[in-house]
């Protein structure tokens, strides 16, 4: 399976992965900074899309970031990501004209 978005690693997991504490994970996912899936019995699986972004959170913090400042990064982030997207799609529109 290669799909980035698969909810297939435990914190455990992605702790032994990224040489991060569980409960830093714990605590993305209490403060809303990255969300992971949940299995039927409710413990925390990320995808490896959920990885890339504690990576970067994790990037941010070391640079001494606060977890509301990377919050409010990444959403700004997304947004340049989807406006990016968009432009992209007008310039596409234009050319076939």
């Known amino acids: 399976?290669?799909?980035?978005?698969a909810a297939l690693y435990t914190?455990?997991?992605v702790s032994d992965?990224?040489?991060?504490?569980?409960?830093?994970?714990?605590?993305?996912?209490?403060?809303?900074v990255v969300r992971p899936s949940r299995s039927s019995g409710?413990?925390?699986r990320y995808s490896r899309h959920d990885i890339g972004q504690v990576e970067r959170v994790n990037e941010l913090v070391t640079?001494?970031?606060t977890l509301a400042g990377v919050r409010r990064i990444m959403v700004l982030e997304a947004?340049?990501?989807?406006?990016?997207?968009?432009?992209e799609l007008e310039?596409?529109?234009?050319h076939r004209r």
């Open 79 to 87: 947004e340049i990501t989807s406006l990016q997207a968009e432009l």
């Open 1 to 5: 399976m290669d799909d980035p978005l």
């Open 63 to 65: 640079e001494g970031m």
């Open 17 to 32: 992965m990224l040489g991060v504490q569980p409960a830093f994970l714990r605590r993305l996912d209490a403060e809303e």
């Open 91 to 94: 310039r596409a529109r234009r």
């Open 42 to 44: 409710g413990q925390r």
């Open 11 to 13: 914190v455990g997991q």
